[in-house]
Each structure stands twice: as structure tokens, then as C-alpha cells.
């Protein structure tokens, strides 16, 4: 459930700090404390007040969000790809996430190291940039190899594949990262191939700034640190999150209401972690749909785009496999109405079959047969 955000950048910059106030932020949301499933790897939930009021509306005994599960992902320095530092440990960690969030210093701290001995966000940003495309450059060399051996049998849809596979090495060359190449339609193997690429990620910046920074919003055209990544991640067509692991630390620590003060105190509606959470998602270009009854009131996520029974195979397999039709009421409707039963009273629940793309904010009931 939920999606996998890989947390990468140089030593120092501030990702344990920020995993760690992740994963020990036990009073953070009270009802749904997150897990740490490995070490490295923590869930959070998705905040999303619509599914607050869903669950107020229909008395619903447990409220169960979406998550993202954050990976800690050490060992990236200069030279990574060539086998220095952790070297290519970090590779098998990042091609099984689903997006990547670069965190880089932005904050000043003399008594904290700086690997390359000045804050300087944007260097940094090509250090580890540099490094995923050299390793993705290997990656490919190695599968347009096999795509030339196998083109050598004369299958059509092969040929097309490495043509597609060399355009892509070139590309690369440029020292231009795959997301900003398109893969053909059709072509399977490029696309496997393609897919297996750091690089081709959806991808964000988190920048770590000094506390007092944290008040005033980025702005491409300033001079801070912050201001520069923002400017940066702009032109990329990204997004860019602020956070302060200092502060992060300290949320962790609270309980539920000081932290919700401590929030007010600092103007921000959401904690840093919260708003990853959510870039992320946004990146991901996911959709929520929501199941509710007097039991559970659920999010779901699933891709934009989905048909109804793929969202329902989110829930269960046998969902899709058997599915009949979705009765969904959009969220709009359910608050305007007040209930289910009033929102039949009003005609407001739609039948739909499985052409139907799912919206968000859409609340189903899926029939189906087993
Ligand atoms: P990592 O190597 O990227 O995981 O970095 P760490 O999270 O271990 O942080 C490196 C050092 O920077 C630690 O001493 C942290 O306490 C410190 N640090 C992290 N975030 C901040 C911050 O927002 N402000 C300040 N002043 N120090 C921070």
C-alpha cells in the first residue's frame, strides 16, 4: 500500500536526523504511529483531512490513511559509482523505490562538517546527480549489449528497442538524466530497460535550512541556499520541500498538542515529514479514493488514471478479478449530504462499470464475485 521514497544525498546533509525524527516520532499522529520495518525503512501517513471527515461523518471506528514509506538510502559520495564509500551498495536500495527526495545542506553550523567544506547546495546537487547517471550509464551499456546480441536474430521489435536504447545512451551523455527522455510506445524491452535507471525516477529536493529560514517561503529569485535549490528545481520542473531537521528533531519529541502548537508557533500547517509525504504523492501523481463504513474509514491510493477495477485490486485481488461494478459517491457530495442515506435520498450515487476512471476523493463501495 502507499509508495516507497528513497532518501539520498551526501554525508552530513541531515537525512538521518530526518529519517530519525521520522521513525521515533511515536507522538506525531496518535492514531496511526508508524512503523519502522527495517533499519533503514520507516512508514508515515499521508495526511489528508478529508478522510478525518469521512470517518466523523460515517462514526467510523478506525481511520487507516495512506502511507509513504521512506528508505534511508546511505553511502552516495563522490565516487560512489566507481566503487568509492559504501560504493554500489546504495544502487539495489534506489532502483526499488518508487521516487527519490535529494536532501541538501542549505543550513550553516560550523561545528557541523561540510564534505566538501562549504555550503553549497547546488555543487552538491551535481556530486550525486553525477554519480546516479554514471551508474546509470553502466547500467544501460550492459542492457544494450544483450539487446545487440538478441537484435542479431532479426526480431523486429528488438531493433526498434536498441535504436531506442543507444538514443537513450546518448542522452545520457549529455549528462541529462532518463526522466527527461521518452520511452516509444510498444517498445517492452527499452522500457524494462528504462526502468532499471536511477535516473528515471521521479525525483525532489529537500533542502535543510537553518531554523530561522524556515519563516519566510523560498524564493527562486533570492540568494539563499534555499532560494538557489528552489530556482534549480523549478527549471527541472520538480518540486522543492523546506525542512529543518533541527526542527523535525524537536516535533518528534512532542506530544500530539504541543506539537500542534509548536506548528502554530512556526506558521507551517504541517510538519516537514508531512509535507515529503505529500510532495511526494503529488510527484507520483497518485489519486485517493476512500472506502467507508461504520467500521473503517480507509484511503487508498492508487494511479492517476486508474479504471475501477485496477483501483479495486489496491484492496484485494479478488476485487478486481470479480468485479462487477463501483457505486461512488465523490467527496463533495458525501459532506454536502451528510450520510449514505442521504446521499441516495439525493440521487447522488453513481453506478460505474469498469471503464470508470477512479477520481480523487472519490468514496466506493466495489460489488464484486468470487
Ligand atoms: P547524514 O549523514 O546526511 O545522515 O546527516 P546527519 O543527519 O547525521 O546530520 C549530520 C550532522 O548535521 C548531525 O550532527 C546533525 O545533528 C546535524 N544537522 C542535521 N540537520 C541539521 C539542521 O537542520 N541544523 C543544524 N544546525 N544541524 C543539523
Redesign the pocket.
Known amino acids: 500500500m502507499g509508495f516507497t521514497c528513497g532518501i539520498v544525498?551526501?554525508?552530513?546533509?541531515?537525512?538521518?536526523?530526518?529519517?530519525?525524527a521520522l521513525t521515533s516520532a511515536k507522538a506525531a499522529a496518535e492514531n496511526f504511529p508508524f512503523c519502522t520495518i527495517e533499519p533503514n525503512t520507516g512508514a508515515v501517513p499521508v495526511p489528508d483531512e478529508r478522510l478525518y471527515k469521512l470517518a466523523e461523518l460515517a462514526e467510523s471506528a478506525k481511520i487507516i490513511p495512506t502511507q509513504v514509506t521512506f528508505v534511508?538510502i546511505?553511502g552516495l559520495i563522490k565516487g560512489a559509482s566507481q566503487g568509492e564509500g559504501l560504493g554500489n551498495q546504495f544502487l539495489g536500495h534506489i532502483r526499488s523505490v518508487d521516487a527519490i527526495a535529494h536532501?541538501v545542506?542549505c543550513?550553516?553550523?560550523d561545528?557541523?562538517?561540510h564534505v566538501s567544506g562549504s555550503v553549497d547546495p547546488l555543487r552538491d546537487i551535481e556530486i550525486i546527480e553525477t554519480e546516479l547517471l554514471l551508474s546509470d550509464v553502466d547500467t544501460l551499456q550492459k542492457h544494450i549489449q544483450r539487446a545487440e546480441k538478441a537484435a542479431k536474430a532479426g526480431d523486429k521489435d528488438i531493433k526498434l528497442s536498441l535504436e531506442t536504447l543507444l538514443a537513450l545512451d546518448k542522452h545520457l551523455g549529455q549528462g541529462k538524466p532518463a526522466r527527461e527522455f521518452i520511452i516509444p510506445e510498444g517498445q517492452e524491452i527499452a522500457l524494462t530497460a528504462y526502468r532499471q535507471l536511477l535516473t528515471s525516477k521521479p525525483l525532489m529536493y529537500v533542502s535543510?535550512?537553518?531554523?530561522a529560514d524556515l519563516a519566510s517561503a523560498a524564493n527562486p529569485s533570492g540568494s539563499r541556499p534555499v532560494d538557489k535549490v528552489a530556482a534549480y528545481a523549478a527549471a527541472k520542473g520538480t518540486k522543492m520541500v523546506m525542512?529543518?531537521?533541527?526542527?523535525?528533531?524537536e516535533l518528534a519529541e512532542l506530544g500530539a498538542e504541543d506539537r500542534k502548537a509548536y506548528l502554530e508557533e512556526l506558521k507551517m500547517p504541517y510538519s516537514g515529514l508531512d509535507r515529503m509525504a505529500l510532495a511526494g504523492y503529488e510527484l507520483l501523481g497518485l489519486v485517493t479514493f476512500f472506502t467507508v463504513g461504520p467500521k473503517e474509514a480507509h484511503a487508498w491510493t492508487t494511479a492517476k488514471g486508474s479504471k475501477a477495477p485496477q483501483a479495486a485490486g489496491k484492496i484485494h485481488t479478488d476485487f478486481e478479478k470479480g468485479f462487477i461494478r463501483a457505486e461512488v459517491i465523490s467527496y463533495q457530495d458525501y459532506v454536502d449530504a451528510g450520510s449514505e442515506v442521504k446521499v441516495k435520498e439525493r440521487g447522488k450515487l453513481r453506478v460505474e462499470g469498469k471503464e470508470y476512471h477512479v477520481q480523487d476523493g472519490d468514496v466506493v463501495h466495489f460489488r464484486f464475485n468470487v
Not at 544525498?9 to 530519525?20: A, Y
Not at 535543510?208 to 531554523?211: H, K, S
Not at 525542512?243 to 528533531?249: Q, Y
Open positions: 544525498g551526501l554525508p552530513n546533509v541531515g537525512k538521518s536526523t530526518i529519517f530519525n534511508d546511505a536532501v545542506r543550513f550553516a553550523d561545528n557541523v562538517i535543510n535550512v537553518n531554523e525542512i529543518s531537521g533541527k526542527v523535525e528533531a
